[in-house]
């Protein structure tokens, strides 16, 4: 009896994970945003990270006049598991980098960095530092490594 080719785990693996992260909200982003040199200066695959973290963000409606509403988002608290990284094809190396070029182009700020066997995850902040993105006044951050004490490569050699 002749089947088809066999599944890898990995195929199964995206496909199972694809389903758990779906999202069904819609994407909206700034043309300010869209059109600055921050944006232009990142890789698709940061690019396609950042238009998830925003369509990860909730938001409401609040009237701000005569039957006038404001949509205002909320931008903190926003997280993405190397999981759900690893589920659309980014290695955890590569998300690593993609997170850290986020963060040093002025679109995320860390609030919490997370770890400790997958037990705590990191959450984020979208930011407006990019809208000084070249410019001498820009805040410049960076996404620092994490490693619980005795973890790191210098100690593993020391022992």
Known sequence: MARG???SPKKKFEKVAKKKFKLRRKVWIEPDMFESAAFRSL??????A??????KRTWEKAKIG????QTIYQTEGLSFSYTEAEAFGISKAQF???LKKLVERGFLDPEHRGG???RDYSRYAMSDRWRNYG??????KTLERVLLPGHDVQSRIAK
Not at 50 to 55: E, G, S
Request: no cysteine.
């Open 5 to 7: 080719p066999a599944k």
């Open 43 to 48: 890789s698709s695959k940061a690019m396609w």
């Open 50 to 55: 950042l238009l998830r973290f925003l369509q």
């Open 66 to 69: 005569r039957g006038k509403t």
């Open 96 to 98: 690593h980098r993609i």
């Open 116 to 118: 400790a066997y997958g």
């Open 135 to 140: 410019q001498p006044n820009f805040e410049f």
